[in-house]
């Protein structure tokens, strides 16, 4: 979608919003895959309720994008635009055990900037891309820690009630792969409680995800981490490799050799590609083992 509207566009630099048009999304998620539309950059986050009410005003519909390493974005040109955030700087504020966190920093260098100040806790995440923002609205999680076990806090947009809110940790349920957020709200800010540890301890909790991750994930490929959700008391991963699926393609959307329950772009991949293989993989462990696989990914194709 491409912003045309001359009152939109003149009132962007009184916002703090930076118009980027034509951005292509494969560019900016870890799949490498997605059309194009204008990508809005947000540098004051408190003009969101405003600018949001411009976007309607203009009939522009929007989504929300984080690290784009949890998503895969349909092909083409796309019908609606997309909102980023620009990290303030600094991104993390510690005070005590408290970190105040932007929505928009970095996840594995935030975990790093903690450590290195004795704050533990969020080992098993060092190796999950994205923003803290993205894995917060999903409770992200990894090696028995997910991010919502430290959550106190959450600063947010909420497309309910058009406002900036704060919510307590204990107004919010964190669940496997799973929050009680909605799909439009808008994460903006966290502050996270961490535990007191050595720096040394942290580093050695953080060498072993590291290398388990190293051992059994295709980290150097494109990819969104898992495509489907774990079934209860299984691993969807372990259920498509006894399908010997793994290096199963369509086009160059491709079971990973090394784990089963990442599809990897193994070269130009287009979402239709990936969205056939995932509809391919689905059926098949649902004839196999009459279990439905939920998407992990989240998928905007629309
Ligand atoms: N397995 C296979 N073949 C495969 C993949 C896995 O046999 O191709 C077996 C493994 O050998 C192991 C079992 O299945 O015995 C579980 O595998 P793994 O430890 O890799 O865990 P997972 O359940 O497949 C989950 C998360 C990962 C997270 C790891 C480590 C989900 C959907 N996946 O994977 O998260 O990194 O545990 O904690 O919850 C993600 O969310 O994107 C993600 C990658």
Redesign the pocket.
């Known amino acids: 979608m491409h912003i045309s509207d001359p009152k939109l566009i003149g009132r962007l630099a009184e916002l703090g919003v930076e118009l980027r048009t034509g951005t292509r999304l494969s560019e900016q998620t870890s799949l490498g895959i997605g059309g194009t539309t204008d990508l809005l950059r947000i540098t004051k986050h408190e003009s969101i309720p405003d600018l949001l009410q411009l976007l309607d005003e203009s009939h522009v519909s929007h989504k929300f994008l984080g690290g784009g390493s949890n998503l895969l974005v349909g092909d083409g040109d796309l019908p609606w635009v997309v909102l980023q955030l620009v990290p303030h700087e600094p991104d993390v504020v510690l005070e005590g055990n408290f970190a105040h966190v932007d929505a928009a920093a970095d996840l594995g260098r935030t975990v790093t900037f903690c450590a290195k100040r004795d704050l533990g806790g969020m080992e ?1 995440l060092i190796g999950v891309p994205g923003t803290v923002g993205g894995a917060l609205r999903m409770n ?1 999680g ?2 028995g820690m997910q991010i919502g076990s430290y959550v106190r806090e959450v600063k947010l947009y909420r497309a309910a009630t058009r406002k900036v809110e704060t919510l307590r940790g204990h107004q919010i349920s964190f669940e496997y ?1 799973h929050t009680s957020f909605a799909p439009d709200d808008m994460m903006l800010a966290v502050t996270l409680e961490l535990p007191s540890k050595p720096y040394n301890e942290i580093l050695q909790g953080i060498r072993i995800c590291n290398e388990k ?1 190293r051992s ?2 295709p980290l150097g490929q494109k990819s969104a ?2 495509i ?3 079934p209860a008391g299984a ?4 259920l498509i ?1 006894e399908l010997a699926l ?1 290096g199963f393609s369509v086009g160059d959307a491709r079971v990973s050799d090394r ?3 990442f599809f990897v772009n193994a070269g130009h991949a287009s979402a239709k590609d990936m969205l056939a293989l995932i509809a391919y993989v689905r059926e098949r462990v649902q004839k196999a083992y009459g279990v439905a696989l939920d998407n ?1 990914v989240v998928v905007w194709n629309a």
Do not use: L
């Not at 691993?235 to 372990?238: P, T, Y």
């Open positions: 098993g992200a990894a090696y792969r991750r059994s994930q981490g898992c489907f959700r774990n691993s969807a991963g372990r490799d793994k784990h089963a329950n992990e």
